[in-house]
């Protein structure tokens, strides 16, 4: 088991900056991965935003490449991923989520909100 939380949200303004964070806690020998999906309003998909492995290779997603930076902490039995989020936009808007992969099946923490104006 894998315990996600995060925090960090809030309500920005267009080209502002805003960082996330997610403590994952537990099970956390074997986690393959570490990462951040957004559910867009109204839509029921989360997309992948950013990911990180536990070596530190990462991928984003087109439309946050060069904007956002996923980066991680980790400790003996946690670790910590940050979203660096930067020059923020609209269309950045949406329930942000926490996820692990411990031996194939996905955790995910309880999401947080990020909401972008102008």
């Known amino acids: 088991q894998v315990r996600l939380v995060e925090s960090g949200g809030g309500l920005v303004q267009a080209g502002e900056s805003l960082r996330l964070s997610c403590r994952a806690s537990g099970k956390m020998s074997g986690v393959a991965r570490l990462g951040w999906y957004r559910q867009p309003p109204f839509q029921r998909e989360r997309e992948l935003v950013a990911a990180i492995s536990p070596l530190g290779t990462t991928n984003y997603a087109n439309s946050v490449r060069g904007r956002f930076t996923i980066s991680r902490d980790d400790g003996q039995d946690t670790a910590t991923a940050y979203l660096q989020m930067a020059s923020l936009k609209s269309e950045d808007t949406g329930a942000y989520f926490c996820?692990?992969?411990?031996?194939?099946?996905?955790?995910w923490g309880q999401g947080i909100r990020v909401t972008v104006r102008g």
């Open positions: 996820n692990a992969v411990l031996a194939g099946t996905d955790y």
